[in-house]
């Protein structure tokens, strides 16, 4: 009887480590949270960044992208395969 008395013998948690352990996850959950806002904030601001510089369309200052696309219409609008030969 006395090892059935062991076997069934539960321990209580006091209730103020439970509210501590449950406030522990909480406050966790909140800081992943707000890290999570935090990267997608940055990964936001450099995509705005990055494509501002690759197609940015200023005739003054145009992106790369806008440059070598220019390029290439220009290349393939010069026809050289119809120029005379000589």
Request: charged share 20%; proline share 5%; hydrophobic share 45%.
């Amino acid at each position: 009887m006395a090892k059935s008395l062991l076997k069934k013998r539960t321990f209580l948690v006091p209730t103020y480590l439970h509210s501590l352990n449950q406030s522990k996850r909480l406050g966790s959950q909140g800081q992943i949270a707000i890290e999570y806002v935090l990267i997608l904030f940055v990964c936001v601001i450099v995509a705005v960044l990055v494509s501002k510089e690759l197609v940015s369309r200023d005739p003054q200052d145009p992106g790369h992208i806008v440059k070598a696309w220019v390029s290439i219409l220009q290349t393939v609008g010069n026809d050289l395969a119809d120029a005379p030969t000589r």
